[in-house]
């Protein structure tokens, strides 16, 4: 039973580093650009396509004009 127990709380502390570990990560400085743009997608008209990846960009022009995938 005391084994359990250490197991649980060693569990607990793991799984606590990497939640932290995760949140250092969604606020850094390197993943701001594309959280921004992200958060910016739903607003993006189709005319505006054309500024982004061009395999995006021609899926979505697929995707409106009807085309099968």
């Known amino acids: 039973?005391?084994?359990y127990s250490?197991?649980?709380?060693?569990?607990?502390?793991?799984s606590f580093v990497v939640f932290i570990g995760i949140v250092f990560?969604?606020?850094s400085?390197?993943?701001?650009r594309s959280f921004e743009e992200a958060a910016n997608e739903p607003?993006?008209?189709p005319d505006e396509?054309?500024?982004r990846s061009e395999p995006v960009a021609r899926?979505?022009?697929?995707?409106?004009?009807g085309a099968p995938r």
């Open 43 to 45: 607003f993006v008209l």
């Open 25 to 27: 990560w969604a606020y």
């Open 1 to 3: 039973m005391e084994a």
């Open 59 to 65: 899926l979505r022009r697929d995707t409106l004009n």
């Open 6 to 14: 250490t197991l649980a709380s060693v569990f607990t502390v793991i």
């Open 29 to 32: 400085g390197r993943r701001k």
């Open 49 to 51: 396509t054309e500024r």
